[in-house]
C-alpha cells in the first residue's frame, strides 16, 4: 500500500507564488517518476510537470519557466515551486506516482490552488 500526501495549496493574487508538496508513504519500491497533474472545473486532467528517476524534469508548456519540479529520493518527496501564478493556473493538483513491479499509477487526494485578485 502506498500513500501520496499533498500540501500547500491556497488562495494566491496574480503574480503570487506557492509551494506544493507531495509525501509518499508506505510500501515504496522502484520509483519510476513522480509528477505533478492538474484539472481544472470543466477540464481534463493534465500533466504539469514530471520528473522520471535518473532523467530530467519535463515541464507543460503553459507552465515552463514558471513552475519547477524537484525531488528529493532519500525522503520519497516531490516538490512544485510555482511562481508567476494566473488564474488560469486555478486548479485542483494532484501528485502522482509511478513505481514498483508490475508499474502501477498512485495519485494523492489533490490540493486546491486559486489564482485571484
Known amino acids: 500500500q502506498v500513500r501520496l500526501v499533498e500540501s500547500g495549496g491556497g488562495l494566491v493574487q496574480p503574480g503570487g507564488s506557492l509551494r506544493l508538496s507531495c509525501a509518499a508513504s508506505g510500501d515504496i519500491y522502484r520509483v519510476y517518476h513522480m509528477a505533478w497533474y492538474r484539472q481544472a472545473p470543466g477540464k481534463e486532467r493534465e500533466l504539469v510537470a514530471n520528473?522520471?528517476?535518473?532523467?530530467?524534469?519535463n515541464y507543460a508548456d503553459s507552465v515552463k519557466g514558471r513552475f519547477t519540479i524537484s525531488r528529493d529520493n532519500a525522503k520519497n518527496t516531490v516538490s512544485l515551486q510555482m511562481n508567476s501564478l494566473q488564474p488560469e493556473d486555478t486548479a485542483v493538483y494532484y501528485c502522482n506516482a509511478r513505481m514498483g513491479i508490475p508499474i502501477k499509477a498512485y495519485w494523492g487526494q489533490g490540493t486546491q490552488v486559486t489564482v485571484s485578485s
Open positions: 520528473f522520471p528517476s535518473g532523467g530530467t524534469p
